[in-house]
């Protein structure tokens, strides 16, 4: 069956390091993806998004990464701040399934 | 642009009672979902609307768990004979197919069963 899921439960940078949160995923016939991100209590926020016909997007801060070849993609934070401690899922778009997130604590 | 609106967002009831959440999509938006979380998990998805079309409802839980979306706006879902484990925020999303599709949720609504 289909999964989506991240590598590491939990990351912990530097505040003003650059993050990576990683995402593996197992059906290649997935063509769109998405990153949350879910502070305690809240529902999820849309970060960014990417098609399978893309292989990077940036946003504002954020990069995504797609790898068709590995069935992986990343979220790249540049420049981590405070507020971005969060869970992180990446979902595929049929919205089906998340999976249990990446918790990112920014140290000061 | 308000958002996707949740109602109750806190809701303390008796296990056996029936509850009820309200949702309100954001303004177009033709498709609507509800999920389940549980602390430390990610979202579970349960259902979706396209208008007012329920269009994939095999992953409600169990008889007990019914959404509408009478008129292809608003959607409520109700729980019947609450049980222990119901306790868990339930969040709704919304999102319009002909705008890229990509969903947006609220900020939930929290149930404790007692």
């Known amino acids: 069956g289909e999964s989506v899921g991240l590598h590491l439960p939990t990351l912990s940078v530097q505040e003003g390091d650059n993050s990576i949160i990683n995402c593996a995923y197992s059906?290649?016939?997935?063509?769109?993806f998405i990153w949350y991100k879910q502070e305690s209590g809240k529902g999820p926020q849309f970060i960014i998004d990417?098609?399978?016909?893309?292989d990077k997007r940036q946003g504002q801060r954020v990069t995504v990464l797609l790898n068709k070849t590995v069935k992986h993609l990343s979220l790249q934070i540049a420049a981590t701040q405070p507020g971005d401690s969060a869970v992180y899922f990446c979902v595929q778009g049929n919205m089906l399934t998340f999976g249990g997130g990446t918790r990112l604590m920014v140290k000061p | 642009d308000t958002g996707v609106s949740q109602n109750p967002r806190h809701k303390i009831t008796k296990r056996g009672q029936n509850v009820t959440f309200r949702c309100d999509p954001i303004s177009e938006h033709n498709r609507l979902y509800w999920y389940r979380q549980t602390l430390g998990q990610g979202p579970e998805f349960l259902t979706y609307?396209?208008?007012?079309?329920?269009?994939?409802k095999s992953r409600l839980l169990s008889d007990r768990f019914s959404a509408e979306r009478p008129k292809g706006s608003f959607s409520t879902l109700e729980i019947q004979r609450t049980e222990q484990g119901d306790s868990a925020m339930y969040l709704c999303a919304s999102s319009r197919t002909d705008l890229g599709n990509t969903i947006y949720f609220g900020e939930g609504s929290w149930l404790t069963v007692v």
């Open positions: 609307f396209q208008n007012e079309a329920q269009l994939e």
């Open positions: 990417i098609r399978s016909n893309m």
């Open positions: 059906n290649s016939a997935s063509d769109y």
